[in-house]
């Protein structure tokens, strides 16, 4: 057997309340100067001005950054940077969803690494330039989907290209995660759907990814077998119970994909960059489709992830029938035509698609012409 290594070092404070933890850590660990990154909506919201304000009671001077889209693009990194240098912060703080919590990583990256952005691009090695330290890093997730407060990596476009780029270093991991499913309550009924919809195709996907990682696949497997369990009383009739299992099958579909994604994130990313589509919706809308595709081949593992699912027939089939389902009963389109894709896009979006970092880890081989017949199929 070959040398293998697995990686799960992040800390994790979970349940309901833990955000109140937040000012003692950060006095405890002699941090002052926050800068909290986030999206211009949570900003506005409740639960948001009560963290700054408990941090603020606790003498601590918090500079907040909201600038962002909700597709990151290089242009917010670089003015959370300079908003980050006038406030003179030592540490920082990412509350939100995926997007936000990218762009705090991202900065985090900047601080002490002032090279072009895309220099630090994993796809082209540029890892191996991610050699100083980074200021202290905490994040708060707001939704259950990316899962990015475990990761240790960031999708940031350019600006001008629309091309995603991933930002990688173990340097990026945040040192703690205050997950609160109480920040989640809120959270309206498309946005849980759209999210939730992410999270359970990173845990599909990471499952299905051709690496060896068994610690993965395990995981993998509790996280379907919880969303199953709980997505839809979470975007239907939600509950501090249904909330949380979501919040911690996102966290556990981020920490598989280290493993690998697949077919369906490359059929998504393009449809964000060029049409603006949020991330997990275009997950969501594909997902059948891309794991129709994949069944070929994967047979047995899809009678695992029937299992995880509880259907009735253990078949590839009937996982694609149960999605297609779930979709209807959460409220998700199952045409990308009714999102805002058009035929006139299918040509671009297989470009973009076939160009994409994820799909060389599907558990088969998928070519431009795979790409455009899957976006005709779900049009």
């Given at each position: 057997m070959s040398i293998s290594q697995f990686n799960f070092p992040t800390t994790i404070r979970f349940g309901a309340g833990a955000v109140d933890e937040l000012p003692g850590y950060l006095q405890k660990n002699g941090l002052q100067k926050p800068l909290v990154v986030t999206d211009p909506t949570i900003a506005g919201l409740g639960f948001f001005k009560q963290i700054v304000t408990d941090m603020q009671a606790a003498g601590i001077t918090v500079t907040i950054f909201h600038d962002t889209h909700k597709?990151?693009?290089k242009s917010d990194v670089y003015k959370g940077t300079e908003a980050y240098d006038a406030a003179g912060c030592d540490c920082i703080i990412g509350i939100g969803g995926g997007a936000a919590i990218d762009v705090a990583r991202a900065i985090l990256l900047r601080i002490n690494h002032r090279e072009d952005l895309f220099i630090y691009d994993d796809l082209i090695g540029g890892d191996v330039y991610v050699t100083n330290e980074v200021p202290h890093f905490i994040t708060i997730p707001t939704t259950a989907g990316t899962g990015s407060e475990v990761g240790r990596s960031a999708i940031i476009a350019d600006d001008e290209t629309h091309q995603k780029k991933i930002l990688f270093s173990p340097k990026l991991l945040a040192k703690i995660v205050f997950a609160d499913p109480l920040l989640t309550m809120d959270l309206p009924a498309f946005i849980t759907a759209a999210t939730g919809m992410d999270a359970l195709t990173h845990n599909m996907e990471a499952f299905l990814a051709k690496n060896y990682h068994p610690i993965c696949d395990g995981i993998a497997l509790e996280g379907i077998r919880l969303i199953a369990g709980s997505l839809e009383q979470a975007v239907n009739n939600p509950s501090i119970g249904s909330r949380s299992d979501m919040l911690l099958a996102s966290m556990m579909g981020a920490i598989a994909f280290q493993k690998g994604l697949g077919v369906v994130h490359s059929l998504a990313h393009p449809m964000s960059a060029l049409l603006d589509t949020h991330h997990g919706l275009a997950n969501a809308v594909n997902l059948p489709y891309g794991m129709r595709f994949n069944i070929e081949g994967s047979e047995e593992k899809f009678v695992r992830i029937a299992r995880a699912l509880e259907l009735k027939k253990e078949t590839g089939d009937e996982v694609v029938d149960y999605l297609?389902?779930?979709?209807?009963?959460?409220?998700i389109p199952v045409k990308l035509g009714t999102i805002g894709v058009?035929?006139?896009?299918?040509?671009?979006l297989a470009d973009l698609a076939f160009a994409d970092?994820?799909?060389p880890n599907n558990p088969k081989p998928v070519?431009?012409?795979d790409f455009k017949t899957l976006y005709e199929a779900a049009l």
């Open positions: 597709n990151p693009v297609f389902d779930l979709n209807n009963r959460i409220h058009e035929s006139k896009h299918i040509d671009t970092f994820a799909h070519s431009r012409n």
